[in-house]
């Protein structure tokens, strides 16, 4: 073989293995295993389901509200999880979602069916005292639906399970603006099904997570592989898979959130939001 024919076969070789690298995608890659980093107990009785865990990065602080009533608990937490409120904080409002909006350096949650959005008022220990009613009629695809919120666009998604997408909500007015679709385990076009009602009941039904992350924005609990889900707001499609460790907690409805980098499970018997990170 003369030098001419070498340099092509290598020439060739090398833009075969740039081009299938260019292609490749996050889904392709072995799925990685989250490792537990944090707790957080939620002392006072009071709430059969975890609401949200919200992270203040002002404030420093973890928020943790349990759904069902206005009266049941909210904990304050330091970035380790060291409770730092008193066993007499309620919530205030029944919470579903709940956040840390940068753009109006509030802490924000949704509520109950059609209870709306409230802002959080804060004592300047960082504690909540009280909210205050957003003046917008929301509405959403179940009463159940726990939102999250995106900074960057000023909208809130929720999860519509009777759809599979995600509904968007617009910060300024509470409308709906439009429904995205995803594809539930689909990591290419051609491996989406028309019909998803059976891969649905996989899935936690009224909960998802917001990471921001370019590409893998929204994910979900899948309840009986246990493991979550990454899905691109652009495409629909799966783009990466997290495995939970043995023995993390997963609820069919609530239960599940994202805040801080860290995907958070509740432990309902125990009472405690245990914090998980990719190794």
């Known amino acids: 073989m003369n030098k001419i024919t070498i340099l092509i076969a290598v020439l060739l070789t090398f833009g075969f293995n740039a081009n299938a690298q260019k292609t490749m995608s996050p889904a392709?890659?072995?799925?990685?295993?989250l490792k537990e980093v944090i707790t957080l107990r939620i002392d006072?009785?009071?709430?059969?389901?975890?609401?949200?865990?919200?992270w203040h990065p002002v404030q420093k602080k973890y928020y943790a509200a349990q759904a069902g009533n206005e009266t049941f608990p909210m904990e304050v937490f330091d970035a380790k999880g060291k409770m730092?409120?008193?066993?007499?904080?309620?919530?205030?409002?029944?919470?579903?979602?709940?956040w840390y909006n940068p753009n109006t350096k509030t802490l924000q949650a949704n509520g109950y069916d059609n209870n709306g959005w409230v802002n959080y008022k804060l004592n300047g220990k960082g504690i909540p005292v009280s909210v205050d009613k957003m003046d917008t009629d929301p509405g959403k695809p179940d009463a159940q639906s726990v939102g999250v919120y995106d900074p960057k666009k000023n909208v809130v998604y929720y999860f519509d399970y009777s759809t599979v997408g995600?509904?968007?909500?617009?910060?300024?007015?509470?409308?709906?603006?439009?429904?995205?679709?995803?594809h539930l385990g689909a990591k290419t076009k051609?491996?989406?099904?028309?019909?998803?009602?059976?891969?649905?009941?996989?899935?936690?039904?009224?909960?998802?997570?917001?990471?921001?992350?370019?590409?893998?924005?929204?994910?979900?609990?899948?309840?009986?592989?246990?493991?979550?889900?990454l899905y691109s707001i652009a495409t629909g499609l799966m783009t990466k898979v997290l495995r939970l460790p043995d023995g993390a907690p997963v609820e069919s409805s609530l239960n599940f959130s994202y805040s801080n980098g860290i995907y958070w499970l509740n432990d309902k018997t125990e009472r405690i939001w245990h914090g998980y990170k990719a190794n």
């Open 28 to 33: 392709d890659q072995i799925p990685k295993t």
């Open 44 to 54: 006072r009785p009071g709430g059969a389901n975890g609401a949200s865990v919200a």
């Open 84 to 98: 730092l409120s008193n066993s007499e904080l309620e919530t205030f409002f029944d919470v579903r979602g709940f």
């Open 166 to 182: 995600i509904e968007r909500h617009k910060m300024k007015d509470g409308v709906s603006d439009t429904t995205i679709p995803l």
């Open 190 to 229: 051609d491996d989406i099904l028309s019909d998803q009602d059976d891969k649905k009941t996989n899935y936690n039904e009224n909960t998802l997570v917001f990471t921001g992350t370019a590409g893998a924005e929204i994910g979900l609990l899948n309840i009986t592989d246990k493991q979550i889900e």
